[in-house]
């Protein structure tokens, strides 16, 4: 049997190549014009940005299959995870009482973000035995995601 030899590798010297952490991801929002975002605190998780399109049908008489195209982005709903803190829920359940439509901005720690605007819902979580109170921040949009990429 030959002798095998092993070298260790630091994998972390590649990690900046690829991919991007997710810490401080942060959501925002503001209404009436202002000029800043507030961001929601306790964000733990995001949804899927963008939208499939929808097809539309183009089959004639003579195809043997069916044929589509593609149509308009359907956005679905963002649904986000946000940490139960009475300030936070306070305040987003007062837009949600005035069907405010806000202004929402999605930024990433590399300086990229999506903006979009929509009306808010907002729904306590379930509660469990040694568990983190948690509520989903649900928000209907009116325009966008737009995406801004990092300056």
């Known amino acids: 049997m030959k002798d095998i030899k092993l070298f260790s590798m630091d994998l972390q010297l590649f990690a900046g190549e690829r991919g991007l952490l997710s810490k401080g991801t942060k959501l925002g929002y503001k209404s009436g014009g202002g000029a800043t975002y507030t961001d929601v605190k306790g964000l733990q998780t995001t949804p899927e940005l963008g939208g499939d399109p929808e097809q539309v049908e183009v089959t004639d008489l003579s195809d043997s299959k069916k044929r589509y195209i593609s149509g308009l982005q359907d956005v679905d709903t963002l649904e986000f995870t946000v940490l ?3 300030a936070v829920f306070g305040a987003l359940e007062a837009l949600q009482s005035n069907d405010t439509t806000a202004d929402w901005e999605l930024a990433f720690p ?3 973000k999506f903006t979009f605007k929509g009306q808010l819902t907002i729904k306590m979580g379930g509660a469990e035995v040694n568990g983190a109170l948690a509520f989903t921040l649900s928000i ?6 737009d995406f801004v990429p990092s300056a």
């Not at 209907?140 to 995601?145: I, Y």
């Open 110 to 112: 590399d300086g990229s």
């Open 84 to 86: 139960y803190d009475s």
């Open 140 to 145: 209907v949009v009116s325009d966008g995601p």
